[in-house]
């Protein structure tokens, strides 16, 4: 998230397998932490990144929680500048980051099937 220190993991799943995904969410934030994720795939997600970006426009309310994501930092949005930085991430830069991160909330919400 754009949030400066915040890192979001949500997935959709069947509440019968909630434990196997924590334990598969564990283990990817270890393989962030270890480095053990290949080059060719840092590199997609920065240009899917910077693909997003581009188009933000067009979802007016992702536009909209963007901008005011970095009026709360201080900070004016430059796509310029957003793109230079993505593309200049480093592997090394990931896994410095992943290192510090710590889990402050965990929450599950469960849908209710009517039959």
Do not use: W
Not at 18 to 45: T, W, Y
Not at 52 to 72: C, F, G, K, P, V
């Amino acid at each position: 998230m754009s949030s400066e220190g915040l890192m979001l993991v949500q997935t959709g799943i069947d509440y019968k397998n909630v434990e196997q995904v924590k334990l598969l969410i564990d283990e990817q934030l270890k393989r962030l932490r270890d480095g053990d994720f290949p080059q060719k795939l840092l590199d997609s997600a920065k240009r899917l990144y910077i693909q997003n970006m581009e188009r933000i426009d067009e979802d007016r309310n992702a536009y909209l929680t963007l901008l005011h994501q970095y009026q709360l930092m201080n900070k004016e949005f430059n796509f310029v500048e957003l793109k230079k930085s993505v593309k200049s991430l480093t592997k090394q830069d990931i896994v410095a980051v992943a290192k510090e991160l710590n889990c402050i909330s965990e929450s599950i919400i469960k849908g209710v099937q009517n039959a």
